[in-house]
């Protein structure tokens, strides 16, 4: 069963940090882009963050940029999000999402199942 599954999500304050994982079971993820997306309660789903197969291109939306940074280790089948600097408006349930290409294009794509992200003082 291919699958992917978040973890790291949390309750942060403004101004701090959280490390969300995206990890897959029963395919290597080494052929795949990855994609974070996140829906906040109310509001449609958007793009975060994109990292191609190789980890060579990167994009992020513009409200994350300079905050926010993905990566990928293909040993441990594993992509990340670092996220800093943190503000309430990120609240949101974030997803990953694997594309069956160099680079994200909803081509053959696998959802994980979220992972809730709170930022409140």
């Known amino acids: 069963q291919l699958q992917l599954v978040e973890s790291g999500g949390g309750l942060v304050q403004p101004g701090g940090s959280l490390r969300l994982s995206c990890a897959a079971s029963?395919?290597?993820?080494?052929?795949?882009?990855i994609a974070w997306f996140r829906q906040a309660p109310g509001k449609e789903r958007e793009g975060v963050s994109c990292?191609?197969?190789?980890?060579?291109?990167?994009s992020y939306r513009d409200s994350v940029k300079g905050r926010f940074t993905i990566s990928r280790d293909n040993a441990k089948n594993t992509v990340y999000l670092q996220m800093n600097s943190l503000k309430p408006e990120d609240t949101a349930v974030y997803y990953c999402?694997?594309?069956?290409?160099?680079?994200?294009?909803?081509?053959?794509?696998?959802w994980g199942q979220g992972t809730q992200v709170t930022v409140s003082s």
């Open positions: 999402a694997a594309d069956r290409d160099y680079y994200c294009s909803s081509n053959s794509r696998i």
């Open positions: 029963g395919f290597s993820l080494d052929s795949y882009a």
């Open positions: 990292i191609s197969s190789t980890g060579g291109k990167t």
